[in-house]
T-cell receptor
Framework: EAQVTQNPRYLITVTGKKLTVTCSQN?????MSWYRQDPGLGLRQIYY???????DKGDVPEGYKVSRKEKRNFPLILESPSPNQTSLYFC???????????FGPGTRLTVL | QKEVEQNSGPLSVPEGAIASLNCTYS??????FFWYRQYSGKSPELIMS????GDKEDGRFTAQLNKASQYVSLLIRDSQPSDSATYLC???????????FGKGTMLLVSP
């Protein structure tokens, strides 16, 4: 089944404790992206990647890191999480030249 | 700053009625436009895309684009309670570009 997977789906952590949210897709898509979604603010792009080793900042990159060492994986790293990073996070992937983005199921992160 | 604006709603319509959702965008370079449906707590799902001026129909859904007015709309005919969700409008200026999302309009269809 073609899909985008994210892990974990739910995470509660404390301020300053490094964490990684994984994202993987099995559709051989070149383009991958991370969004956060907050009430009243909608979906905002954090980082995106057009292919392996090619990443760029989105609208709200502060406090986040990403890497793209393999085509299928695009982990989101929070080196020192803070409470304002409490949010619902979505990973998405897209085939080059096509406009449909496929979203993962989401990761609900709470930083205490 | 590219912006996509939507009325947050909720838009309430009775079952069987036509629901009309609207969206405006700020970047005149935008070429591609999308409507995503998002149920509460779930991920967005693409339901319509439109690239040229005019109407595009797919089943009960019709997307309309007017680039001169920088306006995109989504009509849902014969609305069903299962259509109750938040509808996100998004714009992109190329096939490889990032998507800019609106904040979404909540649609409530009452039986």
């Amino acid at each position: 089944e073609a899909q985008v997977t994210q892990n974990p789906r739910y995470l509660i952590t404390v301020t300053g404790k490094k964490l990684t949210v994984t994202c993987s897709q099995n559709m051989n898509h070149e383009y991958m992206s991370w969004y956060r979604q907050d009430p009243g603010l909608g979906l905002r792009q954090i980082y995106y990647s057009m292919n392996v080793e090619v990443t760029d900042k989105g609208d709200v990159p502060e406090g986040y890191k990403v890497s793209r060492k393999e085509k299928r994986n695009f982990p989101l790293i929070l080196e020192s999480p803070s409470p304002n990073q409490t949010s619902l996070y979505f990973c998405a992937s897209q085939l080059a030249g096509y406009n449909e983005q496929f979203f993962g199921p989401g990761t609900r992160l709470t930083v205490l | 700053q590219k912006e996509v604006e939507q009325n947050s709603g909720p838009l309430s319509v009775p079952e069987g009625a036509i629901a009309s959702l609207n969206c405006t965008y700020s970047d005149r370079g935008s070429q591609s436009f999308f409507w995503y449906r998002q149920y509460s707590g779930k991920s967005p799902e693409l339901i319509m895309s439109i690239y040229s001026n005019g109407d595009k129909e797919d089943g009960r859904f019709t997307a309309q684009l007017n680039k001169a007015s920088q306006y995109v709309s989504l009509l849902i005919r014969d609305s069903q309670p299962s259509d109750s969700a938040t509808y996100l409008c998004a714009a992109s200026d190329s096939g490889y570009s990032t998507l800019t999302f609106g904040k979404g309009t909540m649609l409530l269809v009452s039986p």
